[in-house]
């Protein structure tokens, strides 16, 4: 049974930074798919990075690109988000996800649909 466990999220001013973890329990961590989502109140879950199994491919929503960054660290189970320069339309609850067998498409990562796995979500508040 995989488990999905997020941290580090908060109350930051705009320009701020801020790191997302998310612990998985579980078997085989390395082949899973790792993706950030996230939530604004009232709509869906919508993506915001995703790595491949062993790191080496990822990729970004439009809108955070060149300010998160996407990592994982397969000996300790856990994926990363670094977010700088923080905007007030950044603020969501973030949420991980786990899914392996899916192909490495966009057509696939990018869909909340595909993952088998969430975390419980970290509330994410950046004010102007």
């Known amino acids: 049974q995989v488990q999905l466990v997020e941290s580090g999220g908060g109350l930051v001013q705009a320009g701020d930074s801020l790191r997302l973890s998310c ?28 790595t491949s199994y062993n790191g080496g491919t990822w990729d970004y929503v439009d809108s955070v690109k060149g300010r998160f960054a ?44 595909t993952y088998d796995y969430w975390g419980q979500g970290t509330q994410v508040t950046v004010s102007s």
Do not use: H
């Open 70 to 113: 996407i990592s994982r660290d397969n000996a300790k189970n856990t994926l990363y988000l670094q977010m700088n320069y923080l905007k007030p339309e950044d603020t969501a609850v973030y949420y991980c996800a786990a899914e392996r067998g899916a192909p490495w498409d966009s057509r696939y990562y990018t869909r909340s649909s």
């Open 23 to 50: 612990a998985f329990s579980g078997r085989a961590f390395s082949t899973y798919t790792m993706a950030w989502f996230r939530q604004y109140p009232g709509l869906q879950r919508d993506f915001v990075a995703v």
